[in-house]
């Protein structure tokens, strides 16, 4: 079973259009990694803010729109590793409004040594937690 995290769109998320303007879709991702991260057992503010066992960081994120989701629509953001390279991985984060899809987007990110941006190897806990959930 994927995980999936929810996120009710906020008025001011929304633009002159009526729709989600499109920026925020890469903060809705962020969010959404950060919860998968706490889903996987790592505790995000040890993990991404003090330094922990492992940290991470953004190199590409390419973003499909679909369709519009709009102010209240309650947006489902499934989270899935789609390929595991040797210090990078890709997730796929999937936005719906109930059986509507709203975007897809994919993220590469890249294994770092925490406080020095120096990539490295994903570690093998955290590679075994990412294959898990493939």
Same mark, same amino acid.
């Given at each position: 079973?994927?995980?999936?995290? #929810?996120?009710? $769109?906020?008025?001011?998320? @929304?633009?002159?259009?009526?729709?989600?303007?499109?920026?925020?879709?890469?903060?809705f991702?962020?969010?959404?990694?950060?919860r998968?991260?706490?889903? *996987?057992g790592?505790?995000?503010? @040890? #993990?991404?803010?003090?330094?922990? =066992?492992?940290?991470?960081?953004?190199?590409? +994120?390419?973003?499909?729109?679909? +369709?519009?989701?709009g102010?209240?629509?309650? *947006?489902a &953001?499934?989270? @899935?590793? #789609?390929?595991?390279?040797?210090?990078?991985? !890709?997730?796929?984060?999937?936005?719906?409004v109930?059986? %509507? !899809? &709203?975007?897809?987007? $994919? #993220?590469?990110?890249? +294994?770092v040594?925490?406080?020095?941006?120096?990539s490295? =190897? &994903? =570690?093998? !806990? $955290? %590679?075994?937690?990412?294959?898990?959930?493939?």
């Amino acid at each position: 079973m994927p995980f999936v995290h #929810t996120h009710r $769109v906020r008025y001011v998320e @929304v633009d002159a259009q009526g729709v989600v303007f499109n920026a925020h879709y890469l903060t809705f991702c962020d969010d959404a990694m950060t919860r998968f991260i706490a889903a *996987l057992g790592y505790d995000p503010k @040890v #993990t991404f803010a003090e330094g922990g =066992p492992f940290d991470i960081m953004l190199v590409r +994120s390419v973003v499909e729109w679909r +369709s519009g989701a709009g102010f209240e629509d309650e *947006l489902a &953001i499934e989270v @899935v590793p #789609t390929r595991l390279g040797s210090s990078s991985f !890709d997730i796929t984060f999937t936005m719906r409004v109930d059986d %509507r !899809d &709203i975007a897809e987007v $994919v #993220t590469t990110y890249v +294994s770092v040594v925490p406080g020095e941006h120096r990539s490295c =190897p &994903i =570690p093998d !806990d $955290v %590679r075994a937690s990412l294959e898990a959930q493939m």
